[in-house]
């Protein structure tokens, strides 16, 4: 069982993506989700996390303001808006439940 995410693909700089995580298969209102990215030849890093209950979103200092993390526990997915998107923004992002992984999804923030 592992998270699934979706909603990543190409955008233009300034532009917006949503990444859901799915979360099927997990109790998922007991675990926190977290949101990493890994661009090429760097090391992964959190993006953004988020308790079990929705409660204290914390974000990595450069995404602080242009993202936003959130999660229906009732509908078992969580999301990460992203806004003002910049070129440096380009990675693999992946779903975090818990200490559990998904597969990631590609952002790529190009012209």
């Known amino acids: 069982v592992q998270p699934v995410e979706s909603g990543g693909g190409l955008v233009q700089p300034g532009g917006s993506l949503r990444l859901s995580c799915a979360a099927s298969?997990?109790?998922?209102?007991?675990?926190?989700m977290s949101w990493f990215r890994q661009a090429p030849g760097k090391e992964r890093e959190l993006v953004a996390s988020?308790?079990?209950?929705?409660?204290?979103?914390n974000y990595a200092g450069s995404v602080k303001g242009r993202f936003t993390i959130s999660r229906d526990n009732a509908k078992n997915t969580g999301s990460l808006q992203m806004n003002s998107l910049k070129p440096e923004d380009t990675a693999v992002y992946y779903c975090?439940?818990?200490?559990?992984r998904g597969q990631g999804t590609q952002v790529t923030v190009s012209s």
């Open positions: 298969g997990f109790t998922f209102s007991r675990y926190p």
């Open positions: 975090y439940i818990g200490t559990t």
């Open positions: 988020i308790s079990n209950t929705g409660g204290s979103p």
